[in-house]
């Protein structure tokens, strides 16, 4: 037993979905979670940005005693996993693409749709590694560059996303022929309802979910399960907006009281 928090992270709210995720399966376990929301979206930044960035991160969430961290971010996942790892041997390091790519090749999924952060798509990760799995699996890829910022800003049930959602997916949808989406990046669940309505006959994947399929399995290979909680969850952001503490209140049930303040050196 291991009553120690685990370390989630993500670009800013997103990975929330992940923590909301973790509390339903395992309410026993104590979460920190960090959003990097001061330099959100991570999903047009250089690789090299991305992982100064989650390096810093994955070191403050070291220096609280973590028992694992969970890269609650897709782009996070598909450029800085291994180096990550490299810096923290000791550490179970998860990240959310490869659980997801394993729900998927489970679900015996023949035609898959991928939306996710430009980085996660221009990366490949999620088709290749799909295909080294299951090469009969057909996969089509598309980058939502604004979804990232527009559920940042809280505009989710509103018009103006159901008009983006559309903007970008009508054709993808239409061309490709999938009812399969993965939602590549974890603060797509946030708009799953969206997407239910306006393409009511598609299978939705969230990589948020699937990612705590991975936590359970590590927490019992290690025999780290929570016997009880000792404390109470905390939630860092390096910009503590109004958004932020309204969705951050809005998943976690109204514990925003625990949220600081807490910024990453340049």
Not at 39 to 47: A, E, F, L, V
Not at 55 to 80: E, F
Not at 207 to 221: G, H, N, P
């Amino acid at each position: 037993m291991d009553n120690r928090p685990i370390g989630f992270f993500d670009s800013g709210l997103g990975g929330l979905t992940s923590v909301s995720a973790l509390q339903s399966r395992l309410p026993k376990e104590r979460v920190i979670y960090y959003g990097d929301t001061a330099r959100t979206p991570y999903g047009s930044k250089s690789p090299e940005t991305i992982r100064k960035f989650a390096s810093q991160i994955v070191d403050y969430l070291v220096s609280k005693d973590v028992k694992m961290v969970v890269i609650a971010c897709n782009t996070v996942t598909s450029l800085a996993l291994d180096d990550l790892r490299q810096q923290h041997p000791e550490l179970p390091i998860i990240g959310v693409i490869e659980p997801t790519v394993r729900k998927v090749v489970q679900s015996h999924c023949p035609n898959v749709g991928i939306i996710a952060t430009k980085a996660t798509i221009q990366s490949d990760v999620y088709a290749r590694l799909l295909h080294n799995l299951d090469p009969s699996i057909r996969t089509s890829s598309l980058a939502c560059p604004a979804f990232v910022p527009l559920i940042e800003e809280g505009i989710i049930d509103n018009e103006i996303m159901d008009l983006t959602i559309r903007y970008y997916m009508d054709d993808f949808v239409r061309e490709n022929g999938f009812n399969h989406l993965i939602l590549g990046c974890t603060h797509y669940p946030m708009i799953a309802d969206n997407l239910k309505r306006i393409y009511p006959n598609m299978n939705l994947i969230s990589s948020s979910e699937a990612v705590i399929d991975e936590v359970e399995e590590v927490l019992a290979a290690r025999d780290q399960f929570a016997e009880q909680r000792t404390e109470e969850d905390r939630f860092y952001a390096s910009d503590l907006s109004d958004n932020f503490i309204r969705m951050t209140d809005r998943l976690t049930e109204g514990k925003n009281s625990r949220i600081k303040l807490k910024k990453m050196e340049e």
